[in-house]
């Protein structure tokens, strides 16, 4: 299963994905007039002006702090943290670059989403809004054909994050805990289930009330530790940008192989790894924008390039600083041993100490991974309910719950390529949506007006 999974992840991210990533962020970046650069002003000032740690209930949807930290919590997990180091060791620094270049192009594409997740959402009977690609799709495509990718869409993101992508974030944090604490990853599932199962109970107020306070502390935590490693090699970190650079139109030299072999492996884990990161084109996030409470759809979408840009310019990159200068630019530094779910744990260790440095990234990711948890279990939630209906929703509750504890028992490989896979074949039907319906972002972003 794992052969097969892999193959037809291959396909998808040195083809299809590349193109479908890198093509509707450049098509909505000439579109909307490089607003990642315009607007890049306007998304902080209203991420600053909305910053709150209690933000409270709401009579309905989520203030925009709140749907940005759901957001947020979604793209900063796993994927800043051993999804980067897998792109590195595969395809060498420079796969990092590949990275900075989808996201740039990714903040045109996730301002398209939640500009329209923010138009097209509905509020239900008892007072809850839903929004989402599934309802964009629906507006793009009235008849049976938009009914079809509404559903594959739905099917796709409740596999890809409700399931399998749970799977992922539950395995790492069992797996990096079992090395810093000695404990058994199956034990670290039962507490993370739990823990998981109280909060879902609570719906999404209660997801954004946790969220909301998670996500700055944990990122706070991260780059105050990442800091003090990088700050005591900051003689190396000249040579570190160098190799970024250099290794991403060069990566043979450090991944070996032809160069057309080396150059088609960074740029593919560039994309792949940078999708599952920043999520950016994958119709996840735009379920907790489409919830903010604000004026019109183009306030969020700004907000939404902010999160972006955290997630993978500030919070990815000091991974990839952190690591590159311990494993590739200094002198003499070994990789035997290392893996995509150790490489984090090893460079941290290198200056706190192997203890300290486990534990520190241990419990980073444990923070990182959980609160990814809770937002993807909330989007493959109103998914689930799009299909089968509010009464349904106890089972999807209860099927999540085993894949969370499952992730703690599985292999690590093939729980990270189902995860990819059900990753990109969401894309499929939520960029057909975003090109049909291009017309209206630019409309609703208001270019014309000026």
């Not at 994905?17 to 902080?44: D, P, S």
Request: hydrophobic share 55%; with cysteine.
């Amino acid at each position: 299963m794992l052969n097969l999974v892999q193959t037809l992840n291959s396909y998808l991210s040195d083809y299809v994905l590349i193109a479908l990533l890198v093509g509707t962020g450049l098509f909505f970046t000439i579109k909307t007039r490089f607003v990642q650069i315009r607007c890049f002003g306007e998304g902080w000032k209203r991420f600053f002006g909305e910053l709150s740690l209690k933000g409270g209930k709401q009579k309905s949807g989520l203030t925009s702090f709140q749907a940005l930290a759901t957001a947020v919590a979604a793209q900063v997990g796993t994927g800043n943290i051993v999804g980067a180091c897998g792109a590195i060791l595969i395809g060498g620094p420079g796969a990092i670059f590949w990275m900075w270049i989808i996201a740039f192009f990714g903040m045109a594409t996730i301002y398209a989403e939640a500009v329209l997740a923010v138009e097209t959402r509905v509020k239900t009977d008892d007072g809850r809004i839903h929004g989402g690609p599934v309802y964009y799709i629906r507006k793009a495509f009235t008849g049976s054909f938009g009914k079809f990718l509404a559903a594959f869409f739905s099917v796709a993101i409740i596999l890809a994050v409700g399931f399998m992508g749970s799977m992922v974030q539950s395995n790492s944090i069992g797996e990096t805990c079992a090395h810093a604490f000695g404990i058994p990853s199956w034990v670290i599932g039962v507490i993370v289930t739990a823990v998981a199962a109280m909060i879902f109970l609570g719906g999404v107020q209660r997801i954004a009330s946790v969220t909301e306070k998670l996500v700055p502390i944990m990122a706070v935590l991260y780059l105050l530790g990442s800091l003090v490693v990088i700050l005591s090699r900051i003689t190396l970190i000249p040579r570190t940008f160098g190799l970024i650079f250099s290794s991403a139109f060069h990566p043979e030299a450090v991944i070996g192989g032809s160069l057309g072999y080396a150059l088609k492996t960074a740029i593919s884990q560039g994309a792949k790894r940078g999708l599952f990161s920043n999520e950016a084109g994958m119709g996840s996030t735009p379920h907790a924008h489409a919830m903010a409470n604000v004026e019109k759809p183009h306030d969020q979408g700004v907000v939404a390039m902010i999160g972006l840009f955290i997630d993978t310019f500030v919070v990815l990159t000091m991974t990839a600083l952190v690591v590159i200068t311990v494993f590739y630019s200094a002198n003499g530094a070994s990789l035997e041993g290392i893996t995509k779910t150790n490489m984090a744990q090893q460079a941290f260790s290198v200056i706190m100490g192997a203890g300290p440095g486990a534990i520190f990234v241990a419990l980073c990711l444990l923070f990182f991974a959980f609160s990814t948890i809770l937002s993807w279990n909330l989007f493959g939630k109103i998914n689930f309910e799009y299909l089968f209906g509010k009464k349904a929703v106890p089972v999807y509750s209860i099927l999540a719950l085993a894949f969370i504890f499952m992730g703690s028992l599985l292999s690590n490989d093939l729980v990270w390529e189902l995860a990819d896979f059900f990753n990109q074949i969401m894309v499929i039907p939520n960029v057909i949506a975003l090109i049909a319906l291009s017309a209206l972002v630019v409309k609703l972003s208001g270019i014309n007006k000026k």
